[in-house]
């Protein structure tokens, strides 16, 4: 089955302090690709980054960083050196190849970051 | 570009009531997509389209129908609205299905509420 867990409901940290999302999926495709999204208090949906399952390489982009661990089937999101901005509501998201590539979504983890 | 939009962002309908949900994209992307987002529940797939006159039904396709005449636009209908259609609704649309390697780009959102 596709499935995509996301146990973290709301974190909050103090700004500058590091903060990990986790994202743990099921899936019985070979080929599958992974998303993150943010959606700030505005409401719109921003996407941050796809990876596919070929391809377990972590990724960096700024203060944000991906861990991709198929053993453990996770794609962790952390996020260094947090600012206020970044406060926001986080999906992790899954498509299958053999499934028409429908994404499916996390129920989301709602990050605080305080001042 | 215009990127996706969505109309109207607020509609309030009375039970029993129809009406049609707008979607329109002017990047000439293939994949369209309808997601509700309610509380907790994160965003859920109810119809999608791999291209002009083709669509399939997503997780919580019932009570909606669509249809893809054109590659620009995609509507969502409520047949008989319910009080559990209420909800922000999304639309998403990406050049080619979203596992190759394209972003898939959402629309601002439309806020339903259902009385």
């Known amino acids: 089955a596709q499935k995509v867990t996301q146990a973290q409901t709301e974190i909050s940290v103090v700004e500058k302090e590091d903060v990990t999302l986790d994202c743990v999926y099921e899936?019985?495709?070979?080929?599958?690709?992974l998303f993150w999204y943010k959606q700030p208090p505005s409401g719109e949906l921003v996407f941050l980054i796809r990876?596919?399952?070929?391809?377990?390489q972590n990724e960096i982009s700024g203060r944000y960083s991906w861990n991709f661990q198929k053993s453990t089937s996770s794609f962790n999101f952390t996020i260094t050196a947090s600012q206020v901005v970044d406060s926001a509501v986080y999906f992790c998201?899954?498509?299958?190849?053999?499934?028409?590539?429908?994404?499916?979504f996390g129920k989301g983890t709602r990050l605080h970051i305080l001042p | 570009n215009a990127g996706v939009t969505q109309t109207p962002k607020f509609q309030v309908l009375k039970t029993g009531q129809s009406m049609t949900l707008q979607c329109a994209q002017d990047?000439?992307?293939?994949?369209m997509s309808w997601y509700r987002q309610d509380p907790g529940m994160g965003l859920r797939l109810i119809h999608y389209?791999?291209?002009?006159?083709?669509?399939d039904q997503g997780e919580v396709p019932n009570g909606y129908n669509v249809s893809r005449s054109t590659t620009e636009d995609f509507p969502l209908r409520l047949l008989s609205a319910a009080p559990s259609q209420t909800s922000v609704y999304f639309c998403?649309?990406?050049?080619?299905?979203?596992?190759?390697?394209?972003?898939?780009?959402f629309g601002p959102g439309t806020r339903l509420t259902v009385l």
């Open positions: 998403a649309s990406s050049y080619s299905r979203t596992g190759t390697t394209d972003t898939q780009y």
């Open positions: 899936t019985r495709d070979t080929t599958y690709y």
């Open positions: 990876r596919n399952s070929f391809d377990e």
């Open positions: 998201a899954l498509s299958e190849a053999q499934r028409d590539d429908k994404i499916i």
């Open positions: 990047m000439n992307h293939e994949y």
């Open positions: 389209s791999v291209g002009a006159g083709i669509t």
